[in-house]
């Protein structure tokens, strides 16, 4: 008994299809994750816009003097992110909105290799973009949200007489693994563009869709 991926291999050479090199494969596979990471985090920014985000309850902290830090913190966090709405708003709405077709199309090229392989090399290099506009426009809203995260993890371990030093290294770590994830992500996506306009890419998906196409005519 087949595998559906062997028959669906074994389908595609009994069509005459050219083979599908292994890079594209892993690229398909990689601009899925890559739209379902990045329209997460557009979706998650967009539901603290209308109000969904956690809610604080500082009346749990019984220490007043940290009470009163972490409401601190909690409203320069707030601050921070309506200030930049303007311009963060609509970025998130452009990153979900384009994460979720280019989901949508690496699953399509990848499963069918049916019609997309252009739109998705746009919508990778688009998503991209995106994520560095994000990180350029958010960046005082994610210093603001590092420092909340540690007033309130210390005001919490405070409670219980633990110790809480670890988080001053989580928020360094955190500063400095942004960007070198932004450049890692730049990087890939670059890679996975270059795959797509690959020859042997266009040659095994954009012949596959004239296969599909010329196959609805007859």
Request: hydrophobic share 50%; proline share 2%.
């Amino acid at each position: 008994m087949l595998r559906p991926g062997t028959h669906m291999a074994a389908r595609e050479e009994s069509q005459g299809m050219p083979k599908r090199p292994w890079y594209v494969t892993l690229a398909l596979i990689g601009s899925f994750l890559f739209a379902i990471g990045a329209g997460v985090e557009g979706w998650d920014r967009l539901r603290q816009y209308q109000g969904a985000e956690t809610k604080i309850e500082l009346e749990s902290i019984r220490d007043e003097a940290a009470r009163l830090r972490v409401k601190q913190s909690s409203d320069v966090l707030s601050d921070a992110l309506y200030a930049h709405k303007k311009a963060s708003y609509p970025l998130h709405v452009a990153l979900f909105l384009v994460s979720v077709a280019m989901a949508a199309f690496s699953v399509r090229v990848l499963f069918t290799r049916a019609f997309g392989r252009t739109l998705l090399v746009q919508l990778v290099g688009v998503q991209a973009a995106l994520m560095v506009a994000r990180h350029v426009v958010d960046g005082e809203t994610r210093e603001a949200g590092l420092a909340f995260q540690r007033t309130h993890t210390q005001a919490l371990y405070a409670m219980v007489g633990q110790d809480s030093s670890w988080i001053d290294s989580f928020v360094k770590i955190a500063r400095v693994g942004a960007p070198v994830y932004l450049g890692f992500r730049t990087l890939a996506s670059l890679l996975i563009i270059a795959a797509l306009l690959d020859s042997k890419a266009r040659h095994a998906l954009d012949v596959a869709d004239t296969d599909d196409s010329t196959s609805e005519f007859e």
